[in-house]
C-alpha cells in the first residue's frame, strides 16, 4: 500500500511556542521529515517516544506531528 501525504505541516519552535507552517521537503513516516520555513532547511527526527518529529536549528528546538496522511493507494 502507498500513502500519500500533505505537502505541508505545522512546526512548532519550543523555545517561543510559535507555529508555522512549513513546506515539506523529504519525508520518510516514523523516520525523518525535513521541512522548510521561509527557505530554512530543518531536518527533524522521528522520536518514537513521544511520537513527534524533533530537531534543532540554530541554537532552537522544533518539533512537529508531520504532514496529514492524505489517503493510501495500491
Known amino acids: 500500500m502507498n500513502e500519500t501525504y500533505a505537502k505541508e505541516c505545522i ?3 519550543i523555545d ?5 507552517e512549513a513546506e515539506v521537503g523529504r519525508f520518510e ?9 521561509n527557505t530554512v532547511k ?3 527526527k522521528y ?4 511520537s513527534i518529529y524533533v530537531g534543532t536549528q540554530f ?6 506531528e508531520g504532514p496529514k496522511l ?3 493507494y495500491r
Open 11 to 13: 512546526v512548532e519552535c
Open 16 to 20: 517561543n511556542g510559535k507555529q508555522v
Open 29 to 37: 513516516p516514523l523516520e525523518s521529515l525535513q521541512v522548510y520555513m
Open 42 to 44: 530543518v531536518n527533524l
Open 47 to 50: 522520536n518514537s517516544k513521544q
Open 59 to 64: 541554537g532552537m528546538d522544533f518539533v512537529s
Open 70 to 72: 492524505l489517503g493510501t
